[in-house]
């Protein structure tokens, strides 16, 4: 019977996620808290149930906010028997070969990188990629991030990536360490030129066919002229316009801070003409930051133009004849464009009458929209990127999750959020890839950037509630 329960205490789990404390596992503490009371004893049944004189002198240490210089090396790790499949980070998938990291160069990582000064690592996970380490943070993240990345430089070159991320199942940032070699894509059997130039095709199809109803219509009744695309081509280049400007925005930002991002995905929408481009981030990004900074600019950017011609097509009165007669009840669909068109218009603009625009309102009213439903906070599209980096990739989670189920909701009433939701879960549904530091917090002025994206898309997409008296 002894023999029976001391091998239930020891055995090891399936999959090894420790968590120390002072050297000890705290699984083994539970096990035998469950023998205590099983086996009434004043004697444990497993002596490392103590901890050590060298444990407690330790936690003493740490308790007292003790700490020394990064020479000095942590306290030792036993190996565990059991490496875990996959990759340690998230958003990652684990190479085709197993490329672990050899257990030499982890014992210099341990004893001469990590120390006191910078963090302080007390147990670690063995993935077939790299290696977790969980532990203590010294001082500000960023800081300890680049004193690390300096000596793992210094020591192996470019040959190892640090990683700070948020621990799921804890408050304590973790260390990663992982090969560069295991970040690498792969290229796909069909090249990325190809790809890209089938979507751009197909959404430059849709977007002059969303400009133009008579091109629609010809179309289906088989009465197509030439002429039909000419008339076509100024709103679609609109429309256009603004798509690119979003595009070129997240590509200065994104050479602004050293990193480099692929060609754009161009999804092609029979409502809307695109649903934006889809971009891949094909660098590792630094910190949060960054990242809030290149998810942000390619919407403002965007949204900066669109309303600029969406100004100027308002208070340009189109002549006799070259104007598009629309309802009023067109401008409650946007809360933004709602109030602008208000405010310009005036007395024009009133409930039931009927009002002759410039063509070019809708076709870059199309193009805001467009960079709205990008900004929605849900996988790995720019609102989702902003959300990780204003709010840590938990955050993140939350926002996913609420934004599917409201999508799905309004799928009912809405096309649009039907076939945007099934894009985004098939397609951009996420984790996103990590950043180098997902642990230090952004700037105020990219928060404030990212906020009003956010916001921006808000608008955008609530209705105008007044009435246009």
């Known amino acids: 019977m002894a023999a029976a329960i ?76 059991k490496v875990i499949s996959g990759s340690p980070l998230p958003g990652v998938k684990a190479p085709l070969e197993s490329i672990k990291i050899p257990k030499e160069v982890l014992e210099t990582i341990r004893n001469q990188i990590f120390g006191f000064d910078t963090f302080f690592a007390t147990s670690q996970e063995y993935y077939e990629a790299g290696v977790i380490f969980r532990g203590n943070m010294r001082g500000e993240p960023a800081a300890s991030h680049a004193k690390l990345s300096s000596r793992l430089q210094e020591k192996f070159g470019d040959e190892y990536q640090l990683f700070f991320i948020s621990d799921p199942e804890g408050d304590k940032p973790l260390a990663a360490i992982v090969r560069n070699t295991s970040l690498q894509t792969e290229p796909g059997a069909i090249p990325d030129w190809f790809t890209v130039s089938a979507f751009g095709l197909v959404s430059l199809v849709t977007i002059f066919l969303r400009n133009s109803p008579a091109l629609q219509l010809s179309l289906l009744t088989g009465s197509f002229t030439f002429e039909q695309v000419l008339d076509a081509v100024p709103r679609a280049l609109v429309t256009l316009s603004v798509l690119l400007a979003h595009e070129a925005g997240h590509y200065v930002a994104a050479k602004r801070n050293g990193a480099s991002i692929g060609l754009p995905y161009f999804i092609p929408s029979w409502q809307l003409g695109s649903f934006g481009g889809i971009t891949r981030v094909t660098s590792v990004l630094k910190n949060r930051s960054e990242l809030a900074e290149i998810a942000a600019s390619g919407p403002l950017t965007g949204a900066v133009l669109a309303l600029a011609i969406i100004v100027v097509g308002l208070l340009l009165t189109p002549e006799k004849g070259d104007g598009l007669l629309v309802s009023s009840s067109i401008f409650h669909d946007s809360l933004l464009v709602g109030g602008i068109a208000k405010l310009l218009l005036g ?114 997409c609530c209705p105008f509630p007044f009435l246009f008296a």
Do not use: M
């Open 6 to 81: 001391a091998s239930w205490l020891w055995r090891p789990p399936l999959f090894p996620r420790h968590r120390s404390y002072g050297g000890i596992d705290l699984r083994i503490r539970r096990r035998c808290a469950v023998a205590r009371k099983w086996r009434p004893s004043p004697r444990p049944l497993i002596a490392p149930c103590r901890a050590s004189p060298d444990d407690k002198e330790e936690s003493s240490k740490e308790d007292k906010g003790v700490e020394t210089g990064g020479s000095d090396p942590p306290a030792e790790v036993s190996e565990p028997s």
């Open 347 to 460: 007395d024009a603009l009133k409930e039931g009458s009927t009002i002759s625009i410039n063509p070019v309102i809708l076709s870059a009213w199309s193009g805001l929209l467009i960079n709205a439903i990008n900004c929605i906070p849900i996988g790995e599209i720019d609102g989702g990127r902003i959300a990780q980096a204003l709010w840590g990739r938990k955050g993140w989670s939350r926002f996913t999750g609420v934004s599917i189920a409201l999508l799905g909701l309004t799928g009912i009433f809405s096309d649009v959020a039907l076939y945007w939701v099934v894009l985004v879960v098939f397609l951009q549904r996420g984790p996103i890839a990590p950043l180098a530091d997902e642990v230090t917090p952004p700037s105020s002025k990219h928060i404030v950037a990212g906020v009003s994206a956010l916001l921006l898309s808000l608008l955008v």
